[in-house]
C-alpha cells in the first residue's frame, strides 16, 4: 500500500469519525430533532461569546478607572502598556492616555511653577479630546462619563489652584529670608498671584480670597 493511499485511508477514517455521530443523532431525533440541536448549539455559542465579551468588557473598565484615578508607579504602568499592546494596541493607546491625564492631574494641581501647572493643565484638555474622539468606544457610557467629569473638575479645580500654589511658593520663599524688605517683596508676589486669579474669575474666588486675605494679614505684621 503507498503512501498516497494510507493518508487517504487516513482520511477517510477521520471523516467516518467526525460524520458518524451525526448520522445517529440524524437517526434517533430525525431532521427536526437535528435542526433543534443545531439552533441550541448556535445559540449556546452566541451566549457564551457575548458573556465572555461583557466579562472582557468589565474588566478593561474596571482598568480604565484604576488608571484614571490612581498615578501608577513606573513600572507598573510599563508592564500594563507592554501587556496590552500585545493584545490589544487600540486598548493600549487608551490606558496610556490615561496615565499621561493622571500623573498631569498630579502635577499641575500641586506645582507652584506656573509654566508647567499651565502645561499640564493642556494636556488634561488636549489628551482628554483625544480620547473622546479616538477611544470612546472602547469604555462602556459611565465610564467615558467618569472621564470626563474627572477632566472637567481638574480644569474647574486648577484655576483655583493654580494661583494659591504660585502664592504659596512665595510665602515659603519668603519664610527663609532674613530682612523684612526680602519678606514683604516675596509676600506682595504671593498676593500678586492671588489678585490675578481672582481679577480672571475662572476659580474659586472665595478660596482665593481667602487666601489672599491670610497674605495681607502677613504683610501687616511688616507695616
Known amino acids: ?4 493511499e494510507v493518508e487517504g485511508i487516513g482520511a477517510l477514517v477521520i471523516i467516518g469519525v467526525i460524520v458518524y455521530p451525526f448520522v445517529w443523532l ?3 431525533i430525525g431532521v427536526v430533532g437535528l435542526v433543534l440541536c443545531g439552533i441550541g448549539v448556535v445559540a449556546a455559542f452566541i451566549y457564551w461569546h457575548i458573556h465572555n ?3 472582557d468588557q468589565k474588566a478593561f473598565d474596571e482598568l480604565v478607572l484604576y488608571t484614571l484615578h ?9 508592564r500594563i502598556n507592554r501587556k496590552l499592546a500585545k493584545e490589544n494596541f487600540p486598548r493600549s493607546a487608551l490606558i496610556r492616555n490615561l496615565q499621561i491625564i493622571r500623573d498631569s492631574i498630579e502635577i499641575s494641581l500641586s506645582s507652584k511653577k506656573r509654566a508647567t501647572a499651565e502645561s499640564r493643565a493642556q494636556s488634561v484638555e488636549e489628551l482628554h479630546q483625544e480620547v473622546l474622539h479616538e ?9 467615558l462619563g ?8 481638574t480644569l474647574s479645580v486648577f484655576n483655583t489652584k493654580l ?7 512665595h510665602i515659603e520663599k519668603a519664610s527663609t529670608l532674613k530682612t523684612d524688605k526680602s519678606k514683604i517683596k516675596y509676600l506682595g508676589l504671593a498676593a500678586e498671584a492671588l489678585e490675578e486669579g481672582i481679577a480672571l474669575g475662572r476659580g474659586d474666588s472665595a478660596a482665593l480670597k481667602s487666601a489672599l486675605a491670610r497674605v ?3 504683610q501687616a505684621e511688616f507695616a
Open 163 to 169: 494661583f494659591i500654589n504660585i502664592s504659596n511658593g
Open 216 to 218: 495681607e494679614a502677613q
Open 1 to 4: 500500500m503507498t503512501k498516497k
Open 26 to 28: 440524524y437517526e434517533q
Open 146 to 153: 467618569e472621564i470626563n467629569d474627572v477632566c472637567a473638575h
Open 70 to 78: 490612581n498615578r501608577m508607579p513606573p513600572d507598573e504602568a510599563r
Open 135 to 143: 477611544h470612546a468606544s472602547l469604555v462602556s457610557e459611565s465610564v
Open 53 to 55: 465579551a461583557k466579562q
